[in-house]
């Protein structure tokens, strides 16, 4: 019998819901079935904690007196981006330090700012009838600004690939360092834990969706930067690599740095991890059946990172329990296997979120529009004048 989201949050209010993690419904549906797990299973928990490069915040400082119309600004020596109105920045969270080079970046003045540091605010300006000021030099922390919320273009990503490096040379990247001749592998996805795993063809997840985002509630804003549904997929429904993505939004004064950080990936640059986790209503059986997804059952793509994008075959599709196991098999030899992702963060940021549901601390969201599920990803062409 197929459930609403009003049922299920009525549930939630009573305390009667029941609210388990992925990775248990994963068991669940394994020994008992989706038509079982479907009837005892209110709503499925998951959770990610990765690098994710899109991310930023919109950060309003106030007026000073005179005021200023912020024209260049920098946050403890990270440039930021000020083109927006008198005030308003926005912090990147890959924008690397002026001083310290990619050792300190955006990434890491979002942390600070969660952890209630102080700030090195400095901007000049080039002065106006109502802005006269053309310079100011101060120090900001959470408490003294207005608002400060997390805006990520392009979060969660529904699967991605796994990446080696074929060359005779090492090679620095995103993904990590990527040692010659295959002598590494690297992904970067939680799996059976991940939210868009759990829910292959968006049926519950869409703008508006409620969402454990940073240690507090956010939100779905709109899809991510690159969403790419139309893509190969499992029998189960699962991308097979890159598909959907996430555009996320919640209260930057409120997260916890335990599930926001700066990174830094050596010779390439900064990043930062973001903890999200995503409530699955499990409105049938269906759901139940994606939702007891198991890594045996997710596939991706492997690719040699030290080829071109744009030529770039798959040297072989591997699933996730053969990558959690610590090793793969590539051009005829045995690779060890390296998550960039935390399961271990991942699988508090579920833990965390069935307590607040369990709780009664944190209602379901019904999408105000579906996530698109056609569309692909174009690529930069270099033309002249003339569009040749």
């Known amino acids: 019998m197929a459930k609403t989201y009003e049922e299920i949050n009525e549930k939630i209010r009573k305390g009667e819901a029941v609210v388990i993690t992925a990775d248990e419904m994963t068991e669940l549906v394994k020994s008992e079935g989706a038509a079982k797990a479907a009837r005892k299973v209110d709503v499925v928990t998951t959770g990610t904690f990765g690098p994710m490069c899109s991310s930023g915040a919109f950060v309003n400082v106030g007026h000073s007196e005179p005021p200023i119309k912020m024209s260049k600004v920098w946050l403890n020596d990270v440039p930021v981006c000020a083109d927006l109105a008198a005030v308003d920045v926005y ?95 690297t992904y970067c996805s939680a799996g059976q834990l991940s939210p868009l795993l759990n829910d292959p063809l968006y049926r519950t997840i869409g703008m508006g969706t409620r969402i454990f985002l940073g240690g507090t509630a956010g939100y779905v804003a709109w899809e991510g930067t690159q969403h790419k549904p139309t893509v190969e997929r499992s029998p189960g429904g699962t991308p097979v690599g890159p598909a959907a993505s996430l555009a996320l939004i919640g209260d930057l004064k409120q997260m916890d740095s335990r599930f926001i950080r700066g990174a830094r990936f050596h010779r390439y640059g900064v990043s930062m991890y973001v903890g999200v986790g995503i409530p699955i209503p499990v409105l049938d059986e269906e759901m139940a059946a994606y939702t007891g997804v198991a890594d045996s059952d997710i596939v991706t793509s492997v690719f040699d990172y030290s080829q071109p994008t744009r030529s770039r075959d798959p040297i072989r599709r591997v699933s996730y329990s053969e990558l959690r196991s ?22 508090q940021i579920a833990s965390n979120l069935k307590a607040w549901i369990k709780e009664g601390k944190f209602l379901l969201s019904v999408p105000v529009q ?19």
């Open 91 to 185: 912090i990147g969270a890959t924008a690397v330090s002026d001083s310290e080079g990619m050792a300190y970046g955006g990434a890491h003045v979002i942390q600070d700012l969660i952890e209630g540091k102080r700030i090195r605010l400095r901007s000049t300006a080039y002065g106006t009838d109502c802005y006269p000021r053309k310079e100011i030099e101060t120090w900001i922390d959470k408490d003294t600004i207005n608002q400060a919320y997390l805006f990520d273009p392009r979060n969660a990503y529904q699967n991605y690939a796994c990446a080696t490096n074929g060359s005779d040379r090492t090679i620095y990247t995103y993904m990590g360092v990527l040692l010659p001749g295959f002598a590494n592998a």
């Open 370 to 388: 579906p996530l698109p599920t056609e569309g692909v990803t174009l690529p930069l062409e270099i033309r002249d004048e003339e569009g040749v």
């Open 326 to 347: 610590g090793s793969i098999e590539l051009a005829g030899k045995k690779v060890p296997t390296a998550p960039l992702s935390s399961y271990k963060v991942a699988r």
